[in-house]
Nanobody, 123 residues
């Protein structure tokens, strides 16, 4: 199993980025998947989750600004990030649980991780 993120970069406050996560060896449609982020000196936190049925959840800090989705083929996961703020700066990771398990927000519940992609938002 391999998850590979892309799409990170540097943007100014108010800008947008779209992160992608390509999977090999698993299908996002059969499991809960999520985007996490981790800033220096802080714990890794769940940003958004998407369940098998497509139900999504978001951290309060990103509600209304971020959208998680997956493609119909179920091998790509996306995070559309709008109205970015400096406090959104972090390493962003896609993650997936074992098949058929419910979504969770603790990183300990996720078995599969990408290597991360850096997002930097300047004021």
């Amino acid at each position: 199993v391999q998850l590979v993120e892309s799409g990170g970069g540097s943007v100014q406050s108010g800008g947008s980025l779209r992160l992608s996560c390509a999977a090999s060896g698993l299908a996002f449609s059969s499991r809960c998947s999520a985007w996490f982020r981790q800033a220096p000196g802080k714990e890794r936190e769940a940003v958004a989750t998407i369940g098998r049925d497509g139900t999504t959840t978001y951290a309060d800090s990103v509600k209304g600004r971020f959208t998680v989705s997956r493609d119909s083929a179920a091998y790509s996961l996306y995070l559309q990030m709008n109205s970015l703020k400096p406090e959104d700066s972090a390493m962003y990771y896609c993650a997936a649980r074992s098949a058929y398990l419910r979504c969770a927000t603790s990183p300990k519940e996720y078995n599969y991780w990408g290597q991360g992609t850096q997002v930097t938002v300047s004021s």
